[in-house]
């Protein structure tokens, strides 16, 4: 199948009506098994169509649909992170990246579906239902990102996701398109609706690099409203240099993606330097990061207490007992898990135990990184274990934690890292993870174009 | 002395003369505002709102620091409260734990048995809650009602060393405090809500016992006589004071017990990941050098500047507004005369109505005050006629030398009454005859006559001399 591009959507866009190929995206979602998104904003978006049509909507991604992870705020339109506890939540205001995408003309197209709160690696523990992967309804999309990598060139024609742990490079992958998780600080978090504000970052996925590099350019940049944002802005250079590559041994997958990875390693090679690299702190990655990530998580989520917005209950009751019965009906038994998990390892005489640990093994895995990255420009890795999962197929929570095994450690190091999709097994998606340096995007983008053009 | 008895106190102190809350733009005066108008997304705990440090704030809490002599660190974070509670929007306050802004730092007080140095513990910033009310009253109202306005107002916690001896001394502290924090002019002790104190007190032989949340000076004195009470009965019957957390009644004047030892919350504390460390040295250079001039140093300036007794200087310090107000009379008439006026009896009738200094800039500027001690310094009027004026201008208002005069409150000046003396010896030629021929009740007439004349404007004294001198 033909995936939306902007460049395709805008050749159609000479010839056609704005509103006349919204209106038929719309027609197809409606009709549509993915279940990729949980609100639609139509009636918006067919009037921004509308001022397409007249000239009045202007900016670098005039006229283009996109979609919106359900854990970016956005003004007057329901934002539930997959939640029963926000599944009537209207957000009085927008996330930073929500407010760029306008500014340049995209046409929002709904919110799109995910694990609850982003935890998960399945969209299987949204409260709105799982998403179906394109290549295979049986199968999962991925997550946390799931939806946003399902409507992809398909229900859309960019989406914006956020990554925590692999949630945008593992949809990514298991949906056959590009994923990036920047640099952490490259783009705002004003308006991510936080699971583990450490780790995540808000990126862009899109089916070619071009239409990535147009969509990263305008949600990179600088915001006061988010401390941790470093201020810089990303303008993408094309260089052509052969570079040195490494191959993390840690970073690893079963037989069938690993001879689809080789088969590409061996195209890259014709042209590149590829070594090998050994992370040793790669063994605690896991843990540490979901110590971490629940740690925050706990926090973070004490704030859904049905007082001031989302699910409450008609009948008052004494504080302690309303509060807890919120929480208790309104969050999914994953979240739940999480809370409980990340408020035990935050508690007295278990914090330095497992937290402060959890910092140090952080500590570690940056230094193995710094250390590769004096032997080499990008590091490559599969981006998941194994092929896309059947529905329902990871019961046990342990194990669904593992497959993130490949995707943790670049959010514990805050490093950016891009899922390039290389080809299929078996008629589904398989996903290579390049590494780069800090704020060194413009690299992995360079490299995943020329892997886009060998690949084609 | 209660020797047996050690107090340690914990002090929020709201900076309250900011403009802006901690960590978002809304404005902090609040205090004449309807419920939940100054709040925003961040201030809510809105999902995806992010706190931004106000960094006016980082400096007024070195500047306070600073003045209380700690040690500000060169790095300092900020780190999440968790618990629950309605008034806390985000479930977690943002506060300091094992970085705060400053450790260590003094306070001096004045106790009857000489200068007491109050040893702080550390300073740290953190924000304040919103504020639970009730329609009608706390015990009959069906439900609470929460106002955000509160929410994210810049608190200092200031936790001193159990250091203090008795219910007196942890008054002095806290007055003192006060005063300090008024002449960084960073805090107005006023509003509501402006200062609130957790005291823990212990009994030798007796576990700690911490009282939350009392809302006045005045409170946390009955409250600490009560608990040493209460603790000093048990221990004296054999009983143990065990180690627990107890709220101030301050209607019944009483402790009542929250919860034990084993009952306290676990914080969980952490690092706030949407906030950066806070580096300190540029702001400590920039806020070093706005540091007033602090109530011992203004204290001494006083006596050496204006020669004024110490017993006048120690009183003026007491509150910038009077030391101010006093500053610019002295500029104007004898320092002495300013001084004694302004502690002795412009202050006694400010607080006879209930008033500061603040109100007396408004009610009697200091240039007026200065031109009525004027009058009194050339004798223009009496020194009973001086409090009458006082009195009548913060009661009535109007102005000085108007009131003087409505009031017949001018004294009549030396040239007057002699002419009138002159007078009276014409009008009593008899009188005068008996006073030459030795009869001293003459001389008592004659004052008499012209105290009439004068209605009693004229001084005896004064007027018997100068009768006596025209008749030698
Ligand atoms: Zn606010």
Known sequence: ?456 | MESDVVIGLEVHVQLNKLNTKLFCPCPISYHQSEPNTHVCPVCLGMPGAMPVINKEAVKAAIKVALALNAEVQSFTVFDRKNYFYPDLPKGFQISQYDRPLAWGGYVTIETESGEKKIQLKRIHMEEDPGKLSYKGSITTAKYSLIDYNRSGVPLLEIVTEPVMNSPKEARLFLNKLRIILEYLDVFDGNLEGAMRIDANVSLKGGGRVEIKNISSFKGVEKALTYEITRQRNLLRRGRKVVRETRHFDEVNNITVSLRSKEEEQDYRYFPEPDLVPIYTEELINEVKNTIPEMPEEKRERLIKQYKIGDNFAKVLVLDINMANYFEEVAKLVSPKLAASWVVDVLRGELNYRDWDFKIAYEKFKPEEFAELLNHLQHEKITEKGVVEVIRTKLDEGGKVDEIIKNKGLFAIVKDEIEKICKEVIEENPKAVEDYKNGKKQALNFLVGQVMKKTRGKAKPAETAKIIQKLLQ
Not at chain 1, 17 to 42: G, R, V
Not at chain 1, 162 to 180: E, H, K, N, W, Y
Request: glycine fraction near 8%; proline fraction near 4%.
């Open chain 1, 1 to 456: 199948m033909e995936m939306l591009t902007i460049k395709s959507w805008k050749e159609r866009l000479e010839s056609e009506k704005a509103y006349d190929l919204i209106s038929e995206l719309f027609e197809k979602i409606e009709k549509s098994k993915l279940n990729a998104y949980i609100t639609l904003n139509k009636e918006d978006a067919l009037k921004k169509a509308e001022d397409f049509d007249r000239g009045k909507l202007k900016g670098r991604l005039a006229g283009i649909p996109i979609g919106v992870k359900d854990c970016i705020t956005t003004k007057n339109l329901r934002t539930t992170c997959a939640s029963k506890i926000l599944y009537n939540y209207i957000p009085p205001f927008d996330a930073h990246v929500v407010e760029r995408i306008k500014e340049e003309g995209a046409i929002i197209v709904g919110k799109t579906n995910m694990d609850e709160f982003a935890m998960g690696t399945t969209t299987e523990t949204s409260y709105f239902g799982v998403v179906r992967n394109p290549y295979d309804l049986n199968r999962v999309a991925g997550g946390s990102s799931g939806g946003s990598g399902a409507v992809v060139g398909r229900e859309a024609v960019l989406a914006l996701g956020s990554d925590t742990g692999g949630s945008i490079r593992c949809p990514a992958s298991f949906c056959g398109v590009f994923g990036l998780k920047p640099t952490y600080g490259f783009v705002s978090r004003y308006g991510l609706i936080p699971y583990a504000n450490s780790l995540e970052q808000i990126g862009p996925m899109a089916s070619c690099v071009e239409d990535l590099i147009a969509l990263f350019e305008v949600i990179a940049g600088k915001d006061n409203r988010d401390s941790t944002n470093a201020g810089k802005e990303f303008k993408f250079e094309r260089k052509d240099r052969k570079l040195r590559i490494g191959i993390v041994k840690e970073m690893t997958a079963d037989d069938k993606v690993m001879d689809k990875f080789y088969e590409v390693v061996e195209q890259v090679k014709s042209k590149h330097h590829v070594g090998e690299v050994e992370m040793p702190s790669f063994k605690y990655a896991l843990a540490a990061y979901y110590i971490i990530a629940m740690s925050e998580a706990s926090s973070n989520l004490a704030r859904y207490d049905g007082v001031r917005y989302g699910y409450a209950l008609d009948k008052l009751d004494s504080w302690n007992r309303y509060f807890s019965k919120v929480r208790a009906e309104g969050f999914g038994k994953e979240v739940k898990r999480r809370i409980m998990l990340g408020s035990y390892a935050l508690s007295a005489g278990y914090y330095g135990k497992y937290y402060l640990k959890a910092l140090k093994v952080r500590t570690l895995v940056k230094n193995d990184f710094a250390r590769a990255f004096n032997e080499f420009d990008l590091l490559i890795s599969p981006t998941m274990p194994a092929l896309p999962f059947k529905i329902g197929e990871l019961a046990d929570p342990l194990t669904m934690y593992k497959m993130d095994v490949n995707t943790v450690p670049i959010n514990l190091a805050g490093l950016p890292a891009l899922s390039i999709p290389i080809g299929f097994v078996k008629g589904l998606p398989v996903g290579m993870q390049v590494i780069g340096n800090y704020f060194d995007e413009n690299t992995i983008l360079n490299f995943a174009l020329e892997v886009e053009q060998l690949l084609n």
